[in-house]
């Protein structure tokens, strides 16, 4: 069983900060745990969460409240114990000294402040476009900005930021930039326009699927993602993968 450290902080509209004790294996960058939300039967399945931040022994996920598992998070307790199981997945690559560009969207946003954190360690270069719905929703803006060398906000109805979306911000960075790799995470369609532009500039491209998840482990093939070189399972070969072999049109967006 995991401590939650304090009550569940409200980063912006409808999202939270959870901050747990963390005594397991050190997580990686878009690996995911998974939540046994409630001691009982409600709900029945684990519900998963990508890493936020892991350092000194306190991992944080971020979590929007979309249905009966996250409101039940949002009701935890300062010192509640929650089984959770974790880290799990397989999460993005590290490279040193490489310019790398991450593009994240709405809550999708969250496995990419560990990632940029972990990048500038490795000498390597981040820029991050940050997806969001509007201003309201943007959440901890501060501390992507201070881990990212260039940072960029981009709302869909221009409350804060650039007006328009993170495909629309793109391509003026490739333009200017040689990237050596692109990490995407957030919705599905987001994901196959970022990949479509990643793979027309011929730039590498990693994405982290936050399809539907069943077990998390493997066992019942709920998470299925057809690629080029056949089935995976996002939630052991995932969830980030080669975006350039995901056949997106088999995805349900
Ligand atoms: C690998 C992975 C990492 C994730 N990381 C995060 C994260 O960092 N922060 C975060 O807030 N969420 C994340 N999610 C999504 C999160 O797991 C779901 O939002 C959560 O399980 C919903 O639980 P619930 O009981 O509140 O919602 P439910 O009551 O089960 O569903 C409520 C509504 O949310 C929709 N929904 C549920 N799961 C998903 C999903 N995976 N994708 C799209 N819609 C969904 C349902 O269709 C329904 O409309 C991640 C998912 C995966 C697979
Ligand atoms: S969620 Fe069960 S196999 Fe992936």
Request: charged share 25%; with cysteine.
């Amino acid at each position: 069983m995991t401590r939650l450290i304090k009550e569940p902080r409200e980063v912006s509209k409808g999202h939270m900060e959870l901050a747990f004790e963390w005594e397991g294996e050190e997580p990686h960058p878009g690996q995911f745990v998974n939540v046994k939300v409630d001691a009982g039967s409600d709900p029945l399945l684990r519900r998963p969460f990508s890493v936020y931040d892991y350092e000194n022994g306190i991992l944080r996920i971020v979590v929007k409240r979309v249905g009966r598992g996250t409101n039940r998070m949002a009701l935890y307790a300062a010192d509640e114990m929650v089984d959770i199981l974790g880290p799990l997945g397989k999460g993005f690559s590290v490279p040193e000294d490489a310019r790398v560009l991450l593009v994240g969207g709405g809550v999708g946003n969250a496995p990419l402040f560990f990632l940029a954190r972990e990048l500038r360690e490795a000498g390597s270069r981040v820029t991050c476009v940050y997806g969001m719905r509007s201003a309201e929703y943007v959440y901890c803006a501060g501390e992507y900005r201070d881990a990212c060398e260039e940072f960029i906000i981009a709302t869909d109805d221009g409350s804060e930021g650039t007006k328009g979306t993170v495909a629309d911000v793109m391509p003026g960075l490739l333009d200017r930039t040689q990237y050596d790799a692109i990490c995407a995470c957030g919705p599905l369609r987001m994901l196959e326009a970022v990949t479509g532009i990643a793979v027309e500039r011929a730039v590498p491209i990693e994405v982290s699927l936050e399809n539907y998840f069943g077990c998390g482990v493997g066992l019942c093939v709920g998470c299925t993602v057809e690629t080029t070189s056949g089935n995976r399972r996002a939630c052991v070969d995932g969830p980030v993968m080669d975006g350039s072999a995901i056949v997106w049109s088999s995805l349900e967006k």
